[in-house]
C-alpha cells in the first residue's frame, strides 16, 4: 500500500555523516522479543484486506496492487501508476477509461519488518510516528482525535493511501469514499473511514471474521475502520518477517559468509563506513539524510505549489536543515527491492551504491536509462518527469543539501557490498508465509 507510502521502506542508502565505523562490529542477531506476537485468525483477517480492493475508492487497486509478494513487497518502478491503472508492476498501464491525474510522487517502499518493535516511523519523510507525549501516542498530520484506536504505527499508517487521491481513493467524481475526502470528512459517521468500513461490514464473510477476532465486534455495525487497520498490520508484521537470511545465519553462528559476501561486509561495517546509517538489526538507523538523489515524477508538493521538488524530511518540520533528507531504509532483501531512491532513481543496485558514493558528482551525471516508468499520459501529452533535473537551480539545491564527503570505492568494493547486500535476501520472507489468497470474501478479482 502506496503510502505505507507505510511507509516506509526502500528509499535511500544513506552514508555516514562523520567518523569511521570499526570492522567487524556486527549487530546483534534478530531474536523473537524484537517483535510483538500475533494472533492466527487476525493475521487471516488482515491477508485477505490486504489484496481485496473493497478498501479503495474505485474498488480497482488493493495495497498489494503497489506493494506485491512477486515485487519484494512493492511493485517494480520508479513512480507507480494508483488508481487509474491497469496491471502490474513494469506491465501497469493507464486505464484510458479512468485515467489517474498524476503518478504516486514516491518510491514504493517494502514492507519487510515493520512489525519489528523498532519500527516506530513511518514514509520517506517520517510523518508518522509514535509518540508517547501525544494523548494518541502518534504523531501525525492528522488532528489527535482521530488517530485514537490504532494498535501501532504500523496499523495507523495504513489510514492515509485509502484517503489519497492518485493511490486508493479516486476523484473525487468518482465515488462515495473520493467525495468525502474531498469535503474534509474523514472520521466520524458518513467519513471516508466510515464508508469504507460499512463496505467491508456489508460482507457477511468479513462481518463474522471480524466478530470472531474482536470481541467489541457484536454486529456488522460494530466494525470500524481502525479494526480493519489492525488486522492489516498484524498481517503484514507477520507475513513479512525477515530475519532468516544468509547473513542472519551468520550473525547466529548457524553458518558463516564466505568469499565476496564476506568481503563486502568487512567494507560494509569498516572501511566504506555503510554501517554508520545502516545500523542495527535491519541496516537502518530510523534517521533522515540528504544524499541527493534523484528527483523525478511530480514530487510531493502541496496542490497549489507550482513545482515538482521533492523537499523531503523539511515538509515535516519545516527546518532548513532537513532539505532534501529522506530516511534511512532497511536493507532487508534489498536485491530484489529495486528501483532505489526516494523517487526510484535507480534500477540497478551496483549503480545506486556507485552513485551514492559520491552523491554530488553523481547528481551531474545522472543516467536516466536507470528510471523505470510505465508509459504515463495526461492530456494527450507525456508526463513532465524530468522537470527538475533538467533545471540547473533545483539541481544545485539538491546537491547543496548533502553534508557528507565523497567516498572512494573502486569497482571492485562495490561489486562486494552488493554481493554482501544479497545476502539479506530472506527467501521465506520474500515468498511470504501466507501468500496470496485464492479468493476473497468481496468476490473482487485478485491483483
Known amino acids: 500500500m502506496k503510502t505505507m507510502q507505510i511507509c516506509a521502506v526502500l528509499c535511500v542508502l544513506a552514508w555516514p555523516l562523520s567518523g569511521a565505523v570499526a570492522a567487524q562490529v556486527l549487530p546483534d542477531a534478530v531474536t523473537d522479543g524484537d517483535y510483538g506476537v500475533t494472533d492466527a485468525a487476525e493475521v487471516r483477517l488482515g491477508q485477505l484486506l490486504f489484496y481485496d480492493a473493497i478498501l479503495s475508492g474505485n474498488q480497482n487497486i488493493s495495497c498489494a496492487t503497489c506493494h506485491h509478494p ?3 513487497t512493492a511493485d517494480g518502478v520508479s513512480l507507480s501508476i494508483g488508481d ?10 493507464v486505464d484510458p477509461d479512468n485515467p489517474p491525474e498524476e503518478r504516486i510522487p514516491r518510491n514504493a517502499p517494502a514492507l519487510f519488518n515493520l512489525g519489528a518493535r523498532e519500527f516506530t516511523v513511518m514514509f520517506h519523510d517520517g510523518r508518522l510516528e509514535a509518540d508517547p507525549a501525544h494523548p494518541s501516542g502518534l504523531r501525525s498530520p492528522m488532528d489527535a482525535d482521530m488517530v485514537q484506536g490504532f494498535a501501532s504505527v504500523l496499523s495507523a499508517q495504513t489510514m492515509f493511501p485509502v484517503l489519497s487521491r492518485d493511490e486508493m481513493a479516486g476523484s473525487y467524481h468518482e465515488n462515495d469514499i ?4 474531498r469535503q474534509g470528512r474523514i472520521g466520524g459517521v458518513g467519513g471516508a473511514w466510515d464508508l469504507l468500513s460499512r463496505r467491508v461490514a456489508d460482507v457477511p464473510e468479513y ?6 477476532v474482536y470481541p467489541h465486534v457484536d454486529t456488522p455495525d460494530d466494525i470500524g475502520f481502525t479494526d480493519i487497520s489492525n488486522a492489516l498490520a498484524v498481517f503484514m508484521a507477520f507475513e513479512w518477517r525477515s530475519d532468516t537470511s544468509p547473513f542472519d545465519a551468520h550473525l547466529r553462528s548457524e553458518a ?41 515524477g511530480p514530487g510531493k ?10 523537499e523531503g524530511r523539511f515538509r515535516v518540520t519545516g527546518n532548513p536543515d532537513d532539505l532534501y533528507a529522506f530516511r534511512t531504509p532497511s536493507l532487508r532483501n534489498v536485491a530484489l527491492t529495486g528501483p532505489y531512491g526516494h523517487a526510484g532513481g535507480h534500477r540497478d543496485l551496483a549503480a545506486f551504491v556507485a552513485d551514492h ?9 545522472f543516467d536516466r536509462s536507470q528510471v523505470v516508468l510505465p508509459a504515463f499520459v495526461v492530456g494527450g501529452g507525456a508526463a513532465d518527469d524530468f522537470s527538475v533535473m533538467d533545471d540547473p537551480d533545483q539541481v544545485a ?16 568494493d562495490i561489486a562486494q557490498i552488493v554481493t554482501f547486500l544479497s545476502s539479506l535476501t530472506d527467501p521465506v520472507a520474500v515468498t511470504g508465509r501466507l501468500g496470496i489468497p485464492k479468493t476473497l470474501p468481496s468476490g473482487l478479482p485478485l491483483p
Open 70 to 72: 512477486t515485487l519484494g
Open 84 to 93: 487509474g491503472g491497469i496491471g502490474l508492476g513494469a506491465a501497469r498501464v
Open 178 to 181: 473520493a467525495s468525502a475526502v
Open 207 to 212: 462481518a463474522a471474521m471480524f466478530a470472531d
Open 256 to 296: 558463516d559468509l564466505t568469499g565476496d559476501a564476506l568481503a563486502g561486509m568487512d567494507l560494509f561495517y569498516g572501511d566504506a563506513e555503510c554501517a554508520a546509517c545502516h545500523s542495527g538489526a535491519f541496516q537502518t538507523d530510523h534517521a533522515f539524510h540528504a544524499m541527493a538523489a534523484p528527483q523525478i
Open 301 to 310: 508538493s502541496a496542490t497549489f505549489e507550482d513545482h515538482h521538488r521533492d
Open 357 to 365: 558514493a559520491d552523491p554530488v558528482a553523481a547528481l551531474q551525471r
Open 397 to 412: 539545491a539538491i546537491a547543496g543539501a548533502v553534508r557528507v564527503a565523497p567516498l572512494n570505492l573502486s569497482d571492485g
